[in-house]
């Protein structure tokens, strides 16, 4: 089974604490990362904000890192473009990662309460998939390895009531027509109904 360094050879680093840390090898967070990658990620700012404050700690350039060496030898399936980033995170928070195999390293884990555990945030996935394919596979010429869609928040309109809610069921808006379920039919359904106020991140 191929993997992204069977097509783009293996992750380069240096196993040493220093070189983790160095600024030098932590790429860039630009904040309009989404809209580089074709992405609808408006007013996106504090998020990107956020992942430049952990890429700014210890903790974060490490998880930067072993993300980016799981996600080289990470077994691909043919249409590698629909593999979710939070594949790799799950992997790397439950599988041995070769830059564990540090003495300095394994103590700023434990310093930080995470040797052993997972300590990569599911939510990190979009963020770190955005980086990732930004500075490892466009800005290089290579084919995106993670499939993203926009960060912004999905909304729905009911074609039935016209109440506007999210993905967890929130309702935004109440409904603005009222039903009668028993002779309610399709033709009734209400004009603009449907996901397509906004779009939603799925990895």
Not at 15 to 22: I, K, Q, S, T, Y
Not at 57 to 64: D, E, H, V
Not at 136 to 141: E, R, T, V
Not at 164 to 178: E, L, R
Request: aromatic fraction near 12%.
């Amino acid at each position: 089974m191929a993997k992204f360094s069977t097509l783009y050879g293996e992750y380069r680093y240096v196993n040493r604490l220093e070189w983790f840390e160095d600024d030098r090898n932590i790429p860039l967070v630009y904040y309009d990362m989404g809209e580089r990658l074709g992405l609808s990620d408006a007013n996106q700012k504090k998020k990107y904000g956020k992942l430049q404050d952990y890429l700014g700690t210890s903790l974060g350039k490490l998880a930067w890192h072993m993300f980016c060496k799981v996600s080289y030898d990470y077994p691909l399936r043919d249409d590698h473009e629909s593999m979710g980033a939070i594949n790799v995170i799950k992997a790397v928070n439950s599988t041995p990662n070769p830059i564990f195999n540090n003495d300095r390293i394994r103590e700023v884990l434990a310093e930080g309460e995470v040797l052993g555990k997972p300590f990569i945030d599911d939510k990190m996935a979009p963020l770190f998939g955005r980086l990732f394919n930004l500075h490892h596979c466009k800005s290089l010429g290579r084919l995106s390895l993670f499939k993203l869609k926009s960060l912004t928040k999905q909304r729905h309109k009911c074609p039935a009531c016209g109440c506007v809610f999210g993905s967890h069921g929130h309702v935004y808006k109440k409904p603005s027509v009222s039903v009668d379920h028993i002779r309610w039919r399709y033709e009734d359904k209400l004009e603009g109904a449907g996901s397509s106020l906004r779009q939603e991140t799925k990895v």
